[in-house]
């Protein structure tokens, strides 16, 4: 679903005017799949920060999708599912 949200983000809603507005989006887009999916955000932003990072901590998963870009981040979650459930 995290998926779904960013490949339907326009790439420049990773580089808006001011970085604050792009972490916003991103945020937006990870809490609103955890809402619909009815679990905290902490059941979708780990999973995805594992993903991104390949770590369970560190920077903050916002800032790390803003620096890393749209295509990278979805690149890392594809492989991460296809390790995972395939």
Do not use: Q, W
Request: charged share 30%.
């Amino acid at each position: 679903k995290v998926l779904d949200g960013l490949e339907g983000l326009d790439e420049r809603a990773f580089y808006p005017a001011d970085e604050g507005g792009a972490l916003d989006i991103l945020e937006d887009v990870v809490r609103g799949v955890a809402e619909s999916e009815g679990v905290s955000a902490g059941k979708v932003i780990h999973p995805v920060r594992v993903a991104i990072s390949g770590r369970t901590s560190g920077p903050g998963l916002f800032e790390m999708m803003y620096l890393l870009g749209k295509k990278r981040c979805v690149e890392r979650i594809n492989v991460a599912l296809d390790r995972f459930f395939t």
